[in-house]
C-alpha cells in the first residue's frame, strides 16, 4: 500500500529532526554506539533509570544544570580547570559523559563495568592543589559524591518537569537507588538512596560550595557555546535556558544568572513541547542506541 503524501511528509520531517538530533551526540564521522537493550545490565527494562536516561531532552536540560552545580564544588572545578579538555572541546567532553550514561545504563554488565573501570583509572591521574593549597584528587568519596548526586538529582528534576509532572516518590526514590549502585562502583561516598536523602546531601554541601572567576569562565563556555548546527538554534537556546531555569534559585544567585517569571514560564511552556517533539522523532523500535537516547 502506498503512503499517502501527507503521512510520508510526516516521516521525512521525523526522520530529519531525529537525525539532526543524534548529530549531536555523535562521535565525528556520525559513529554512534552500539547498545542492546537487554536484562543483562546493572538495571533493566522495568528500571526508572531505564525511563529517566531515555528521555532525550529532560537529560540534556538535566545535564546543563548539573554541570552549573558541578562547578560550585572547589575541588570538582579545579580538577575540570587543571586536567579536562573542557575548555578546549566542550561538546567533545559532553559526548563522552553522554556515552557514559548511556552505556551503564542500557550495555550489558560487562560494557558498564568497564565503562566504569575506564573512568576510575582516569580518575587515578586528577589530582593537584586548590589555590589556597589545599590538595585534591579526583577520586576523593566526597568529591565523586557530589558530581553523583548532583547529576542524578538534576536528571530527575528535569524528568518530572518536562515529562512526568506526576513523578510517585516511590519511583523517586527507586531511581536514586537504582544510581546508587553506579555510584557505588565509582567509588562515590556517601550515596543517598532515596531523593530525599539526595537533597539533603545538597543542602549539607551548600555552605562549602564557592563561585569564582574559573566558575564563571567555565559557565560562560558551557552556557554561549554554539549550536550543533544552525537548524538546532532554537533547540539548542531553549535547552541552555532551561537548564538555568532548573536551578535551585540560590544556585542561580551564586552564578549571578537570572530569569524573570514571564521568561520561566515561556521557557518552560517552549521547553514542554519541544520534548515532545523529541520524543516524536526519536521513537523507534531499534536496539541500536546512540549516546542521544541519554544525553
Same mark, same amino acid.
Given at each position: 500500500?502506498r503512503?499517502?503524501?501527507?503521512i510520508?511528509? %510526516?516521516?521525512?520531517?521525523?526522520?530529519?529532526?531525529?537525525?539532526?538530533?543524534r548529530?549531536?551526540f555523535?562521535?565525528?564521522?556520525?559513529?554512534?554506539?552500539?547498545?542492546?537493550?537487554?536484562?543483562e545490565?546493572?538495571?533493566?527494562v522495568?528500571?526508572?533509570?531505564?525511563?529517566?536516561?531515555?528521555?532525550?531532552?529532560?537529560?540534556?536540560?538535566?545535564?546543563?544544570a548539573?554541570?552549573?552545580?558541578? %562547578?560550585?564544588?572547589?575541588?570538582?572545578?579545579?580538577?575540570?580547570?587543571?586536567?579536562?579538555?573542557?575548555?578546549?572541546? %566542550?561538546?567533545?567532553?559532553?559526548?563522552?559523559?553522554?556515552a557514559?550514561?548511556a552505556?551503564?545504563?542500557?550495555?550489558?554488565?560487562?560494557q558498564?563495568?568497564?565503562?566504569? *573501570?575506564?573512568?576510575?583509572?582516569?580518575?587515578?591521574?586528577?589530582r593537584?592543589?586548590?589555590p589556597?593549597?589545599?590538595?585534591?584528587?579526583a577520586?576523593?568519596p566526597?568529591s565523586?559524591?557530589?558530581v553523583?548526586?548532583?547529576?542524578?538529582?538534576?536528571?530527575?528534576?528535569?524528568?518530572?518537569?518536562?515529562?512526568?509532572?506526576?513523578?510517585s516518590m516511590?519511583?523517586?526514590?527507586?531511581?536514586?537507588?537504582e544510581?546508587?549502585?553506579?555510584?557505588t562502583?565509582?567509588?562515590?561516598?556517601?550515596?543517598?538512596?532515596?531523593?530525599?536523602?539526595?537533597q539533603?546531601?545538597?543542602?549539607?554541601?551548600?555552605?562549602?560550595?564557592?563561585?569564582?572567576?574559573?566558575?564563571?569562565?567555565?559557565?560562560?563556555?558551557?552556557?554561549?557555546?554554539?549550536?550543533?548546527?544552525?537548524?538546532?538554534?532554537?533547540?539548542h537556546?531553549?535547552?541552555m535556558?532551561?537548564?538555568?531555569d532548573?536551578?535551585?534559585?540560590?544556585?542561580?544567585?551564586?552564578?549571578?544568572?537570572?530569569?524573570?517569571?514571564p521568561?520561566?514560564?515561556?521557557v518552560?511552556?517552549g521547553?514542554?513541547?519541544? *520534548?515532545?517533539?523529541?520524543?516524536?522523532?526519536?521513537a523507534?523500535?531499534?536496539?541500536?542506541?546512540?549516546?542521544?537516547?541519554?544525553?
Amino acid at each position: 500500500m502506498r503512503r499517502t503524501p501527507h503521512i510520508a511528509g %510526516m516521516q521525512t520531517l521525523r526522520d530529519s529532526i531525529g537525525t539532526e538530533i543524534r548529530r549531536i551526540f555523535a562521535e565525528p564521522g556520525g559513529k554512534v554506539i552500539e547498545i542492546s537493550r537487554t536484562d543483562e545490565g546493572l538495571f533493566g527494562v522495568d528500571s526508572v533509570c531505564w525511563q529517566v536516561h531515555g528521555d532525550v531532552t529532560a537529560m540534556m536540560i538535566g545535564g546543563i544544570a548539573s554541570l552549573l552545580l558541578q %562547578m560550585l564544588e572547589p575541588r570538582v572545578l579545579a580538577g575540570v580547570w587543571d586536567h579536562s579538555v573542557f575548555r578546549q572541546d %566542550m561538546r567533545g567532553r559532553l559526548r563522552r559523559t553522554a556515552a557514559f550514561l548511556a552505556r551503564t545504563t542500557y550495555g550489558d554488565k560487562a560494557q558498564a563495568l568497564g565503562e566504569i *573501570a575506564r573512568i576510575r583509572r582516569i580518575h587515578d591521574h586528577v589530582r593537584g592543589t586548590l589555590p589556597d593549597g589545599t590538595p585534591y584528587e579526583a577520586n576523593d568519596p566526597q568529591s565523586l559524591a557530589w558530581v553523583h548526586i548532583t547529576e542524578s538529582l538534576c536528571f530527575v528534576e528535569s524528568f518530572i518537569r518536562y515529562s512526568r509532572p506526576h513523578m510517585s516518590m516511590r519511583d523517586r526514590d527507586r531511581y536514586f537507588d537504582e544510581m546508587a549502585e553506579v555510584g557505588t562502583l565509582l567509588g562515590a561516598d556517601p550515596v543517598p538512596r532515596t531523593y530525599r536523602a539526595a537533597q539533603r546531601f545538597i543542602r549539607d554541601v551548600r555552605p562549602t560550595l564557592r563561585f569564582d572567576q574559573r566558575t564563571r569562565e567555565i559557565a560562560d563556555l558551557l552556557l554561549n557555546q554554539p549550536p550543533a548546527s544552525p537548524r538546532l538554534a532554537p533547540f539548542h537556546h531553549m535547552t541552555m535556558q532551561a537548564g538555568v531555569d532548573l536551578l535551585p534559585g540560590w544556585a542561580r544567585s551564586m552564578h549571578g544568572l537570572s530569569i524573570s517569571l514571564p521568561a520561566r514560564l515561556a521557557v518552560r511552556g517552549g521547553t514542554t513541547g519541544m *520534548a515532545a517533539i523529541t520524543r516524536w522523532a526519536l521513537a523507534q523500535g531499534s536496539t541500536t542506541r546512540s549516546a542521544s537516547a541519554s544525553a
